[in-house]
């Protein structure tokens, strides 16, 4: 071979590696795409990045809005929970607790155990519909509407006094107004007496944030005809010590022992007073203690004339003294029979 072939192969051989490395050069190129479109994703990419990171674990993470994004970390929230580290206190008879924050269509599949009421539970975080608690390290859920942050009140300091109600009121089963949990058990009206036996020593705060002390009360009430003890709660300030006005009203009363025979249609008011203020619906409406229907009697003890002409009657009924406003459209007097 001649020295001239020889130099021609070795040009040939350098222009293959050339060419080989160019082509190597462009795939490489068309693999990343075009300069425009690198741009693009690079800017696509950062933006997903910013919405999806991890949330602060030290975040509270709120969303208040509802747009899926925490108004706190501006990142991303599914199924949010405000972190918590306190504890809450069951308010329902038997509360199912969970070990993921669903229902299931068999509604037991994902129950873990059942807590009962004032029981105490450990909250790590909570949302609108789900509580998370912690039972020995693991997380599990109940049902917010389930739980409160407000301790049972179980301790009172103890009285042994007669009171008066100063207003209507319910008492309640337990002392709470928070529904499913305390409900209405007996109505009272402004001037009743009851027993009170104790005053709590912790307050009630309810969800609007109004704080109140409740009562302790005892008294008895007829069920099915047999009179009954009852224990109850009321809030405190609706009880005083004062006893009411004198209930014969300042009236001169004298003994009379009248007959009273109901003839209205409709029933009569038994009172608890012959006090009456014109106007005062709810005071004059707290005095009615019982009723009395068509053609039943009445034995009047005593009678009065108000300054204005109004007649009233004491009248006795099952050995209770009541208060009745003789009207004779609405009763009518028999004379007693001669002896």
């Not at 990419?45 to 899926?68: F, I, S, W």
């Not at 004059?284 to 108000?306: C, P, R, S, W």
């Given at each position: 071979?001649?020295?001239?072939?020889?130099?021609?192969?070795?040009?040939?051989?350098?222009?293959?590696?050339i060419?080989?490395?160019?082509?190597?050069i462009?795939?490489?190129?068309n693999?990343?795409?075009?300069?425009?479109?690198?741009?693009?994703?690079?800017?696509?990419t950062?933006?997903?990045?910013?919405?999806?990171?991890?949330?602060?674990?030290?975040?509270?993470?709120?969303?208040?809005?509802?747009?899926?994004?925490?108004?706190?970390?501006?990142?991303?929230?599914?199924?949010?929970?405000?972190?918590?580290?306190?504890?809450?206190?069951?308010i329902?008879?038997?509360?199912?607790?969970?070990?993921?924050?669903?229902?299931?269509?068999?509604?037991?599949?994902?129950?873990?155990?059942?807590?009962?009421?004032?029981?105490?539970?450990?909250?790590?975080?909570y949302?609108?519909?789900?509580?998370?608690?912690?039972?020995?390290?693991?997380?599990?859920?109940?049902?917010?509407?389930?739980?409160?942050?407000?301790?049972?009140?179980?301790?009172?300091?103890?009285?042994?006094?007669?009171?008066?109600?100063?207003?209507?009121?319910?008492?309640?089963?337990?002392?709470?107004?928070?529904?499913?949990?305390?409900?209405?058990?007996?109505?009272?009206?402004?001037?009743n007496?009851?027993?009170?036996?104790?005053?709590?020593?912790?307050?009630?705060?309810?969800?609007?944030?109004?704080e109140?002390?409740?009562?302790?009360?005892?008294?008895?009430?007829?069920?099915?005809?047999?009179?009954?003890?009852?224990?109850?709660?009321?809030?405190?300030?609706?009880?005083t010590?004062?006893?009411?006005?004198?209930?014969?009203?300042?009236?001169?009363?004298?003994?009379?022992?009248?007959?009273?025979?109901?003839?209205?249609?409709?029933?009569?008011?038994?009172?608890?007073?012959?006090?009456?203020?014109?106007?005062?619906?709810?005071h004059?409406?707290?005095?009615?203690?019982?009723?009395?229907?068509?053609?039943?009697?009445?034995?009047?003890?005593?009678?009065?004339?108000?300054?204005?002409?109004?007649?009233?009657?004491?009248?006795?009924v099952?050995?209770?003294?009541?208060?009745?406003?003789?009207?004779?459209?609405?009763?009518?007097?028999?004379?007693?029979?001669?002896?």
């Amino acid at each position: 071979m001649n020295k001239v072939l020889k130099i021609t192969i070795a040009v040939v051989l350098c222009l293959i590696v050339i060419l080989a490395v160019t082509l190597l050069i462009t795939q490489c190129h068309n693999r990343g795409g075009a300069p425009e479109e690198t741009t693009t994703t690079t800017t696509t990419t950062t933006t997903t990045t910013t919405t999806t990171k991890k949330p602060d674990p030290d975040c509270t993470h709120v969303d208040a809005d509802y747009d899926g994004l925490c108004d706190l970390c501006n990142t991303e929230v599914e199924n949010y929970f405000t972190l918590a580290d306190d504890v809450v206190y069951v308010i329902s008879s038997e509360l199912n607790v969970r070990q993921t924050p669903t229902v299931p269509d068999d509604n037991y599949s994902n129950v873990f155990c059942s807590k009962y009421m004032d029981d105490e539970l450990k909250r790590t975080g909570y949302n609108d519909n789900w509580t998370r608690i912690e039972i020995d390290g693991v997380s599990y859920y109940v049902s917010t509407d389930a739980v409160t942050t407000q301790k049972p009140i179980t301790e009172f300091t103890q009285v042994d006094e007669t009171v008066f109600f100063t207003k209507n009121a319910y008492a309640m089963t337990k002392p709470s107004y928070l529904e499913g949990y305390s409900e209405q058990i007996d109505t009272f009206f402004k001037g009743n007496s009851v027993k009170r036996t104790g005053v709590a020593t912790v307050k009630y705060v309810d969800t609007d944030g109004a704080e109140y002390t409740f009562a302790r009360i005892e008294y008895t009430v007829k069920v099915e005809g047999v009179d009954t003890p009852r224990v109850s709660y009321v809030n405190n300030d609706y009880l005083t010590t004062e006893p009411p006005a004198d209930p014969d009203a300042g009236i001169a009363f004298e003994e009379n022992s009248d007959v009273l025979l109901v003839i209205a249609d409709e029933s009569i008011a038994l009172r608890k007073s012959a006090i009456w203020i014109n106007g005062d619906n709810e005071h004059n409406n707290a005095q009615i203690a019982d009723y009395a229907f068509t053609n039943d009697t009445l034995q009047a003890t005593h009678k009065g004339v108000e300054s204005d002409g109004t007649i009233w009657y004491k009248v006795l009924v099952n050995d209770v003294t009541y208060y009745v406003i003789y009207n004779e459209t609405r009763l009518q007097i028999q004379t007693p029979a001669a002896e």
